[in-house]
């Protein structure tokens, strides 16, 4: 049964940083990509970075790039998501999700608040 | 970027009825090198994380129902459930994947 499980969110001040971790198991990680996927509170999904089965590609949206990075580690099949210098806007709930067909499966998601 | 038109926003239907979900892309989602239309539909219920429903427009996922039902290509693009049963009630998107991802707005299934 293929799982995907988030953690690492929480609440963090504004320009702060936070690292996602998504533990994967159930399937060959390392031959699928990978992405993430936010929901802001009460509103609709939002794509934010997807990276290739080997992590040799990786794609972000533009309110993101430069400041947030997706990563993984096949040998420990884990998906990480570094996000730096944290606005409001970023304030959601984010999935962790394969990619191949497009976002097949998906973790349960982690919330991520960023306040003062 | 593409850009989706999700349409209506929301939807009250009763047990038993058929509806319709729309969805429009600014620009062509069907590829001339395999012919595949790259849109997807997702299930969203309450409190729950989104479900594949559908996939290059008219594939369903493995053990979705065949009450649901994608068709479209090129710009235009429908999402079809009938038969309606009240555990469809949820929020709905549209997914292209053409290029950089981009959903639908979404909308809201309710009872009638």
């Known amino acids: 049964e293929v799982q995907l499980v988030e953690s690492g969110g929480g609440l963090v001040q504004p320009g702060r940083s936070m690292k996602l971790s998504c533990a994967a198991s159930?399937?060959?990680?390392?031959?699928?990509?990978m992405a993430w996927v936010r929901q802001a509170p009460t509103k609709g999904l939002e794509w934010v970075a997807t990276?290739?089965?080997?992590?040799?590609?990786?794609y972000y949206r533009d309110s993101v790039k430069g400041r947030f990075t997706i990563s993984r580690d096949n040998a420990k099949s884990t998906l990480y998501l570094q996000m730096n210098s944290l606005r409001s806007e970023d304030t959601a709930t984010y999935y962790c999700?394969?990619?191949?067909?497009?976002?097949?499966?998906w973790g349960q998601g982690v919330m991520v608040t960023v306040s003062s | 970027d593409i850009v989706m038109t999700q349409s209506p926003f929301s939807l009250a239907v009763s047990e038993g009825e058929m509806v319709t979900i729309n969805c429009k892309s600014s620009q062509s989602l069907l590829s001339s090198g395999n012919q595949k239309n790259y849109l997807a539909w997702y299930q969203q219920k309450p409190g729950q994380s989104p479900k594949l429903l559908i996939y290059?427009?008219?594939t369903r996922q493995s053990g979705v129902p065949d009450r649901f039902i994608g068709s479209g290509s090129g710009t235009d693009f429908t999402l079809t459930i009938s038969d309606v049963q009240a555990e469809d009630l949820a929020d709905y998107y549209c997914l292209q994947h053409y290029s950089y991802p981009t959903f639908g707005a979404g909308t809201k299934l309710e009872l009638k």
């Open positions: 990276i290739s089965y080997d992590g040799s590609s990786t």
């Open positions: 290059y427009a008219s």
């Open positions: 159930g399937f060959t990680f390392s031959n699928y990509g």
């Open positions: 999700t394969r990619d191949i067909p497009p976002f097949d499966y």
